[in-house]
């Protein structure tokens, strides 16, 4: 597949990293020429310095020949002239565009962004993509990662294996026969950082990170399988009033919890303004650094902070002094991806990583064949894939136990028919059953294969 890319920032690396070690044509475009150059220094992609939007520059990228365009400078109108253009002149099949503006995201305005209008296929927030995957890590303390599939029906979680896990050193098909009636199904384990697909007679041991695929109504049995009781955190102090920290606590307000919620914010302006826009929210305006003003917000009682800011570093050090002054858990956005391995040395608890949730949104697309959703994990190390079997798929008629599945894919669960059906030997997948799959990266591909029509097939 032919790629370009506008935008050389660290969402345009990240896109352009994984896809061009999937072995795709990838040009990027961004006007630093310090950008580009270390983007083409690093990775297997053409680089061009230009303005993405420009015709001339998308023409010497190749915009005539590209299948796909993907705009995630960090300016919302460039994203939308740059797909615009490839649009109007080079008939660029696929555009994907980065809005950040929330005033272009509103329900009422959602016509704008149609073919007659602006010709735009996806449109990417990563703001509010980000601030939903915080909100479902502050339902479930428990898990490390959490994402919905087929209408939210399903759920993938991340779950630590700790010393008194009750499910450690117990057979996979073992758990099974004690708890029949739990669709909960291990689809991948990292252990000592190797990530791999467990067979049925492979234990967990403590010390793992358990991959689970189950159903939405039995995500809290099954992390108390596992061990994790921790309940929701109700009193949530939040450094960063930004658009992820905004969203995060009107969501809380609106569920009408009794969830209490504080926010630091260093703007005046802003933090004025957010203020007004909230009715239960306290909002202190300063630094999430500032440990005077930290206590001003009651850190010593509070249940979790929530670091939001566009700081990696304020992130670390306001999470880390919240836990130091009494917090009980913390939670922070960390984009550089060369402090994710050291969290846990840091005192962080638990991180949203930005441009991964970016980036899985962007491979939905990329991924061929009926392919609904995509998430990665591990760096890209793998991915759970949500797709729907066609007639001609080669799942569709046997019994999964006579499936010669390869050894790193493991069907999680099916939908069929607005109900969930956990994958057992004597199961058949039928068409337009929507399948969750696990799948390290080297066996993604094949998936996609086993979801492609017939003519592709020969």
């Known amino acids: ?42 990775l ?56 950040r503006a929330q005033s272009y995201l509103r329900p009422h305005y959602q016509n704008l962004f149609s073919r007659e209008h602006l010709p735009i296929d996806v449109i990417i927030s990563p703001e509010l993509e980000v601030a939903e995957m915080v909100l479902r890590r502050i339902a479930l303390p428990g898990a490390t990662d959490v994402v919905g599939f087929a209408d939210n029906k399903i759920a993938m979680l991340a779950i630590e294996c700790q010393d008194e896990c009750p499910v450690i050193n117990t057979p996979l098909a073992q758990l099974s026969e004690l708890f029949p009636d739990l669709p909960t199904t291990v689809v991948g384990v990292t252990r000592n950082g190797t990530l791999f697909v467990p067979r049925s007679s492979d234990q967990l041991v403590a010390g793992d990170l358990a991959y689970v695929v189950t159903t939405k109504d039995q995500v809290r049995r099954t992390l108390g399988l596992f061990g994790h009781e921790e309940q929701e955190a109700t009193r949530i102090v939040i450094a960063g009033g930004g658009n992820i920290g905004l969203h995060v606590a009107r969501t809380l307000e ?32 300063g630094s999430a650094l500032d440990q005077k003003l930290l206590q001003e917000a009651d850190i010593h009682d ?39 391995d050291i969290t846990r040395t840091l005192g962080i608890d638990a991180y949203v990583n930005p441009r991964a949730v970016t980036i899985s949104r962007v491979l939905q697309h990329v991924r061929r064949g009926r392919i609904r959703a995509v998430h990665s994990v591990q760096k890209g190390a793998a991915e759970i894939i949500e797709a729907e079997a066609l007639e001609t798929s080669p799942l569709v008629g046997p019994l999964l136990r006579d499936l010669e599945l390869p050894h790193g894919v493991r069907i999680g669960a099916i939908y069929r028919g607005g109900e969930v059906i956990k994958p057992s030997g004597a199961v058949r997948i039928k068409p337009k059953d929507r399948v969750v799959i696990f799948a390290l990266a080297d066996e993604v591909k094949q998936v996609e294969q086993l979801f492609r029509v017939s003519l592709e097939f020969f």
């Open 302 to 340: 509070a249940d979790l902070m929530v670091a939001l800011t566009n700081n990696d570093q304020v992130n670390i050090l306001a999470s880390a002094m919240a836990k130091r002054l009494g917090c009980k858990a913390n939670l922070a956005l960390i984009n550089n991806p060369a402090f994710h």
């Open 1 to 42: 597949m032919k790629v370009i890319i506008c935008g050389a920032g660290q969402v345009g690396y990240g896109i352009a990293e994984r896809l061009a070690a999937e072995k795709n044509d990838v040009s990027v475009i961004d006007t630093s020429p310090e950008l580009v150059r270390a983007i083409r220094d690093s």
């Open 254 to 285: 609106q569920r009408q919890s009794r969830t209490r919620v504080k926010i630091i914010e260093s703007g005046r302006e802003r933090a004025v303004a957010i203020a007004d826009e909230l009715r239960r929210s306290v909002v202190l305006q």
């Open 44 to 99: 297997d992609v053409r680089g061009f310095v230009g303005h993405g939007a420009h015709p001339d520059t998308l023409e010497l990228a190749g915009a005539q020949q590209a299948d796909m365009l993907i705009a995630v400078t960090l300016y919302d109108e460039v994203n939308i002239v740059a797909c615009e253009v490839a649009h109007a002149l080079f008939n660029v099949p696929t555009k994907i565009a980065r809005i």
